[in-house]
């Protein structure tokens, strides 16, 4: 994962349906343009910001079943390059494998011409060695993209998450600052 | 963040970017923390397995490849072994790498943030 951020986004732009915040140059602009008060005006910032953390929630949980994809597909790729390497020394492969918790049991494979792999939904299917290879490794690509894309959508949707952080944190200042300015001129 | 007194210091969109950069960098940094313990974790089991065949006396090992253990002669197994550490040395130190890189990067900007903000941000962790 870079950890350099790519070019930031500007001001008003979304990104597959994450709406960006917009960046306040001038809080007493922003306030007159909006029509709100400070404190209707903070209220839809927080709004604004549960939202934001909504959809990280979700997709933080999109993240971590990705992540956990990905491990157990290298460990089939293993597997299918264990056999293969079998395949020519004319020697059983012979493993023990787990029957039930706790209870192993040993098998003994022959040449593997082909495996069976699990596509989910109660379907699995019979593939050779190669073929079985070329689709694992297509899935792993597939789910390191998909993670990557993520990636990039979490950093955007954070960025957004601190520029409302920060608006909110201007506007409360700004108030602050006004209500002294007016407490300054009254005792004058 | 920490909200000020009243700051006078105004926000312009490339503090805005600033901050934003050191919020992903931190978030990273806390990720490669992780990351770098696991690395950890597998590099001591990787020496602990090593360290288990030496003093195994038989021929074949179960070596556990996926969800199964697989009958494998030893040397194939010490060989195994051998290249799956170098592979997690190497993971190691890029993450270690990485790690530095993005704490010189963090300490530039809390500079220039601190220089501009002074109090009115908080950039340390709570």
């Known amino acids: 994962m870079a950890a350099a951020s790519t070019t930031a986004t500007a001001a008003g732009e979304e990104r597959r349906g994450i709406p960006a915040a917009s960046f306040v140059e001038d809080v007493q602009t922003y306030l007159t343009q909006s029509g709100l008060d400070v404190n209707a005006s903070l209220s839809l910032l927080q709004e604004r910001l549960q939202q934001y953390k909504i959809v990280e929630m979700k997709l933080l949980a999109q993240q971590r079943d990705l992540q956990a994809k990905i491990p157990d597909i290298?460990?089939?790729?293993?597997?299918?390059?264990?056999?293969?390497?079998?395949?020519?020394?004319?020697?059983p492969l012979i493993t023990d494998y787990?029957?039930?918790?706790?209870?192993?049991?040993?098998?003994?494979?022959?040449?593997?011409?082909s495996v069976c792999?699990?596509?989910?939904?109660?379907?699995?299917?019979?593939?050779?060695?190669?073929?079985?290879?070329?689709?694992?490794?297509?899935?792993?690509?597939?789910?390191?993209?998909?993670?990557?894309?993520?990636a990039t959508d979490l950093q955007f949707l954070r960025d957004q998450e601190t520029i409302t952080q920060v608006t909110i944190a201007r506007v409360y200042n700004w108030d602050v600052h006004q209500r002294r300015m007016k407490e300054a001129m009254k005792d004058t | 963040m920490q909200q000020g007194e009243g700051t006078e210091a105004q926000v312009t969109w490339e503090d805005q970017q600033n901050i934003n950069k050191f919020g992903r960098l931190?978030?990273?940094?806390?990720?490669?923390?992780?990351?770098?313990?696991?690395?950890?974790?597998?590099?001591?089991?990787?020496?602990?397995?090593?360290?288990?065949?030496?003093?195994?006396?038989?021929?074949?090992?179960?070596?556990?490849?996926?969800?199964?253990?697989?009958?494998?002669?030893?040397?194939?197994?010490e060989s195994r072994l051998e290249s799956m550490k170098e592979e997690a040395d190497k993971k190691l130190e890029r993450?270690?790498?990485?790690?530095?890189?993005?704490?010189?990067?963090?300490?530039?900007?809390?500079?220039?943030?601190?220089g501009k903000f002074k109090d009115a941000i908080n950039l340390e962790e709570d």
């Open chain 1, 117 to 150: 792999l699990w596509l989910g939904a109660n379907v699995m299917l019979e593939y050779s060695c190669d073929e079985a290879n070329a689709l694992l490794k297509k899935n792993l690509e597939n789910a390191k993209a998909s993670l990557e894309v993520l």
């Open chain 2, 95 to 114: 993450l270690e790498e990485e790690k530095e890189t993005i704490l010189a990067q963090m300490t530039e900007l809390k500079k220039i943030l601190y």
């Open chain 2, 26 to 77: 931190n978030n990273r940094f806390h990720e490669l923390e992780e990351e770098i313990k696991l690395a950890k974790e597998t590099n001591e089991s990787l020496e602990d397995a090593g360290n288990e065949l030496i003093l195994l006396d038989e021929d074949v090992v179960r070596f556990q490849v996926g969800e199964i253990f697989t009958h494998m002669p030893k040397d194939e197994v």
């Open chain 1, 98 to 113: 787990e029957v039930s918790e706790g209870i192993y049991s040993r098998a003994r494979i022959e040449e593997a011409d």
């Open chain 1, 74 to 91: 290298d460990k089939c790729l293993d597997i299918v390059a264990t056999l293969q390497s079998k395949k020519g020394s004319g020697e």
